[in-house]
């Protein structure tokens, strides 16, 4: 991988891992369905300009049939389940759970009869993977440290997630990205803006949550997006997914360092095995020529 690769590859971690830790700032002050609002408010106007300028935006509205389900599985579902939930969770250990997105996309696939799911090695990530799971939502659940209700919250978000991407990849590959997911913040934005308009705080938030929820929008939202598909035209997409590992200890780091959350027994233990199950699940195995 070259200089630009790399720098690529942490810029987008980085940028992915982020999030979890500006919305825990923000639920503080701000409901959620303002939190995602504004994140793809802006987002939507960052991308929307950048796809008309590379004439790609009309094929995402011609397909709007793929990009409306997209826009419900990928941000008007999990964003806001996310958020919520980060109201009773820890930023660590979202992004954590998060990280499953592999094994559900490893399930999905096999329901719609992708016969490589049973090859070894994936079978081995998705038990792996699972016991991470069992492990984590155990230990934080019982111990009292989280939510049982919020952790479901994240692992159904990361079910649509998976859901999402499989699908749009499946049916619109050769959508532009970019397109594709501007057209999907705007969905989204039309979406909660009478939520939002209701539940508006009565008073300006402070300044830490406002840089936090505008942050939110320009980085993880909008510019980590335009990173990725950079990324993926300069070292490819089965390396460029491997991103998703990074994410999640980025979350965690900025999870202890910043917000002083404890690294709890729970995502000590199953954080390597769901990173772990996570990249044997994702992973295709190609048969060897003889």
Do not use: C
């Not at 039309?190 to 942050?215: D, N, R």
């Not at 980085?219 to 997914?241: D, H, M, N, Q, V």
């Amino acid at each position: 991988m070259s200089r630009r690769g790399w720098f690529l590859f942490f810029a987008v971690g980085l940028l992915w891992g982020i999030p979890y830790l500006m919305m825990k700032v923000a639920v503080k002050e701000l409901e959620p369905s303002v939190i995602v609002f504004s994140r793809v408010v802006i987002g939507s106007l960052i991308l929307i300009p950048m796809a008309i300028s590379r004439g790609t935006l009309r094929s995402a509205i011609v397909n709007w049939r793929f990009v409306l389900p997209y826009a419900i599985g990928e941000m008007i579902g999990p964003w806001i389940l996310i958020t919520t939930a980060e109201q009773k969770l820890s930023s660590g250990l979202a992004g954590l759970l998060v990280a499953t997105v592999p094994i559900w996309a490893t399930i999905l696939a096999s329901l719609r009869g992708d016969k490589s799911v049973w090859q070894s090695k994936r079978l081995f990530g998705i038990a792996i993977g699972f016991i991470g799971i069992v492990l984590v939502v155990g230990i934080e659940s019982f111990s009292g440290n989280q939510s049982l209700l919020a952790i479901g919250m994240i692992l159904l978000a990361s079910v649509g997630y998976s859901w999402a991407v499989t699908m749009v990849n499946a049916r619109i590959p050769h959508v532009d990205g970019i397109a594709i997911n501007g057209f999907a913040m705007l969905i989204t934005a039309i979406f909660y803006l009478p939520i939002a308009f209701i539940q508006a705080p009565t008073q300006l938030p402070s300044a830490k949550v406002l840089i936090s929820v505008i942050s939110l929008g320009l980085f993880p939202t909008a510019l980590a997006f335009i990173l990725f598909f950079i990324l993926l035209k300069e070292i490819g997409t089965a390396r460029g997914s491997l991103v998703t590992y990074l994410n999640t200890a980025f979350a965690v780091l900025l999870g202890v360092i910043l917000l002083n959350e404890l690294l709890t027994l729970g995502i000590a233990i199953g954080l390597p095995l769901v990173l772990i199950g996570s990249y044997f699940a994702g992973r295709k195995v190609e048969p060897t020529a003889l």
